[in-house]
Nanobody, 119 residues
Framework: QVQVVESGGGLVLPGGSLTLSCTVS????????MGWYRQAPGKQRELVAG???????NYEDFVKGRFTISRDNAKRAVYLQMNSLEPDDTAVYYC?????????????WGQGTQVTVSS
């Protein structure tokens, strides 16, 4: 099964920045949609940002203007640049994706990377 490994999380002050990385064990050239998701304690996992194979991006309202998603198919990697971090951004962040016309995620969920925003 395809594996993903997320990294780059940490403890940051409000207003700070972090860049998350996701590396995939298989090619992502044919993965139509790659996304970053997050799960805060006691809450369900939610989509944060996505990018398709045409490099079109979309963001949930709560991160618009602050986060930037990108992908490098040659490196089998997806990134999330996070600026102006807020305490409500505290969560475990995961990446995954879907191939075209397939409802299921193409990879097993990784361990995620913890992001904690606190003073």
């Amino acid at each position: 099964q395809v594996q993903v490994v997320e990294s780059g999380g940490g403890l940051v002050l409000p207003g700070g920045s972090l860049t998350l990385s996701c590396t995939v064990s298989a090619s992502i050239y044919d993965v139509y949609f790659m996304g970053w998701y997050r799960q805060a304690p006691g809450k369900q996992r939610e989509l944060v940002a996505g990018i398709n194979s045409a490099m079109t991006t979309n963001y949930e309202d709560f991160v618009k203007g602050r986060f930037t998603i990108s992908r490098d198919n040659a490196k089998r990697a997806v990134y999330l640049q996070m600026n102006s971090l807020e305490p409500d951004d505290t969560a475990v962040y995961y990446c995954n994706g879907r191939k075209a016309f397939r409802p299921e995620f193409f990879a097993a969920w990784g361990q995620g990377t913890q992001v904690t925003v606190s003073s």
